[in-house]
């Protein structure tokens, strides 16, 4: 990684974000962090404040801002169901008016940006495992919409600008991904195990917990996302980035109730609508141009975001829910002049 850059990494006090911003600084880069706490945590990121070239600003990517950086990295989203579904117009405004504003400013100062899309573009896939060139299975009126075309259309104005407009662009679908600092509340399926586990729940299987995904430790993740945005501007785009490994939802569980010691029963419930039924990266491009792939196996990665939770619920300071950002603070986003007002 060349070091001496400024970076800006939206969404940087989130689950991902804080673990790039802590990458890009061990490098010896210069990090602006920008967040508007919608699901991030300053507890995530509170370890880098007192170093000097770590800066924080709260601000929401709807609302154009000024910055002189030579990389953006664009996190800003919330990732999952629960929280993204909470105000689906939001999610919808964020994925593409924030992307709009961060290829604007990208555009302004000549920056290298990275945009942070999902698996999800790929819907309810017909093609396993899923490879870049797939077009998808997508439902555009469900309610996952939100966020699945959400990320579709921030994918299309990343390619756009760089075919009207000469940007050096990356883009990264990301494949579940795991590990300390997930927010017990965020319903996704490893952080809602191991929750449930540790203080003697039912552990909720949807469906009959046959269907897949494929479950990708943070650090190697983030290793990842970092070499892509390294590598020459010939490696092609998009890049999936995720473990190729496949379990059921059903051997998840079994595996977290082994390494918990839980004595939690297995419950079934009714599989929530367009909700995927395989999830499995194919990563032949991540491995032929940057010579990348995971390290860590689930059982490993698994332990220390079990540890991570152990510790984070005893000292009873789950993150607070989720909420939507409020009608007054929408309206303002969107009306608010050009790096005049912060949310």
């Known amino acids: 990684m060349c070091a001496d850059k400024t970076i800006l990494v939206t969404g940087g006090a989130g689950f991902l974000g804080s673990y790039l911003c ?3 600084l061990k490098a010896g880069n210069d990090v602006l962090c920008l967040d508007n706490f919608h699901t991030g945590s300053r507890k995530n990121i509170a370890h880098l404040l007192d170093d000097r070239r770590f800066e924080l600003l709260r601000h929401d990517v709807t609302v154009p801002l000024v910055a002189e950086v030579d990389e953006i990295y664009n ?3 919330p990732a999952s169901p629960i929280h993204y579904q909470l105000d689906p117009v939001q999610t919808v405004r964020t994925n593409v008016q924030g992307a709009l504003n961060l290829l604007d400013l990208a555009v ?4 290298k940006i990275f945009q942070a899309s999902t698996s999800e573009v790929y819907g309810d896939p017909h093609v396993h495992p899923q490879v870049e060139g797939y077009f998808g299975n997508v439902n555009p009126v469900g309610p996952r919409a939100c966020y699945d075309e959400g990320k579709r259309c921030a994918e299309t104005l990343f390619f756009d600008y760089h075919r009207q407009y000469g ?3 990356r883009v990264v679908r ?7 600092r997930m927010r017990a509340d965020d319903g996704r399926v490893v952080s809602n195990f191991i929750v449930q586990a540790l203080r003697g729940e039912p552990i909720t299987i949807y469906g009959d917990g046959s269907q897949t995904r494929s479950f990708c430790y943070v650090d190697d993740l983030i290793r990842g ?3 892509l945005m390294d590598a020459p501007s010939t490696v092609p785009n998009p890049c999936n980035i995720g473990n190729p490994t496949e379990f059921t939802m059903r051997e998840l569980a079994t595996l977290v109730l082994e390494l918990t010691g839980s004595k939690s029963q297995l419950v079934e419930r009714p599989l929530p609508q367009d909700d995927p039924t395989q ?3 194919d990563i032949s491009r991540a491995k032929k141009y940057l010579d990348w792939e995971p390290a860590v196996e689930l059982r490993e990665g698994l332990a220390k975001t079990i540890a991570y939770f152990e510790a984070d619920l005893t000292s009873g300071e789950d993150a ?7 009608a007054p603070v929408r309206a303002r986003a969107r009306s608010a002049a050009l790096n005049k007002e912060t949310v």
């Open 75 to 77: 996190l800003a989203c």
């Open 174 to 180: 990301i494949f579940n991904t795991y590990g300390p």
């Open 225 to 227: 996302f970092i070499s």
């Open 167 to 169: 940007l050096d662009i």
């Open 108 to 111: 302004r100062g000549n920056a």
């Open 279 to 281: 999830r499995r990266p």
């Open 320 to 326: 607070p829910k989720a909420r939507p950002l409020p």
């Open 22 to 24: 802590e990458s890009l």
